[in-house]
């Protein structure tokens, strides 16, 4: 077995070391963003065309019915053309299952949280020194393989998905939390805010 090299332990290493993590973190909660908003437009774009469903089927079961009585031309042609519509909208959903993929988009961003909070951790494991660079080090290698698993079976996500992560997280703060929001939730003990 051949010997573990030597870390530098050295507050540069450490630096370097707190730099890639970081980079990494960032990265990570761009991704699981990205994947529940991905996730939110599938559902709504489903939920639009359910109800564009509906609508075009009350409007041609109206044209059939219109025929009965006595407006048969225009009940055809209404009811012939929202019918090839309705089926347009069957076929594409049926050919592209949008709640699937909103679910797979979902089970992606689940996976992904974990591998944001560990990455979290292990900063805060590297910041208050309770661990060496190695197993930090050995850690970090861990999660990026973890990480690749999750991508490899993850649908491929959008530029618009993107876009709504990015706007989550930069103007919306959607995963920051004042002192006094945190408070909120703990015992008050531990409150910083006494």
């Not at 197993?135 to 990026?144: A, H, K, S, Y």
């Not at 959008?158 to 002192?179: H, I, P, R, V």
Request: hydrophobic share 35%; with cysteine.
């Amino acid at each position: 077995m051949a010997p573990h090299s030597q870390v530098n332990d050295s507050p540069e290493s450490v630096q370097v070391l707190e730099g890639q993590l970081r980079e990494c973190f960032g990265r990570v909660i761009y991704s699981h963003k990205t994947h529940e908003k991905c996730a939110d437009i599938l559902l709504k774009r489903l939920s639009q065309i359910k109800f564009w469903q509906i609508v075009l089927s009350l409007i041609t079961t109206g044209g059939f019915i219109s025929t009965f009585f006595g407006v048969e031309t225009i009940g055809s042609i209404i009811g012939s053309t929202v019918s090839a519509i309705f089926l347009g909208l069957t076929l594409y959903t049926k050919d592209y299952n949008l709640a699937e993929l909103a679910q797979k988009h979902r089970q992606a961003a689940s996976d992904i949280w974990l591998i944001r909070e560990k990455y979290q951790s292990l900063i805060t494991d590297l910041v208050i020194g309770g661990k060496t660079l190695e197993t930090i080090q050995e850690e970090r290698d861990v999660l990026m393989g973890d990480l690749h698993l999750v991508y490899s079976s993850a649908p491929s996500t959008t530029y618009k998905g993107y876009k709504n992560a990015q706007q989550a997280l930069q103007s919306s703060e959607d995963m920051t939390f004042s002192d006094e929001e945190i408070d909120a939730f703990l015992p008050s003990e531990i409150k910083r805010g006494n």
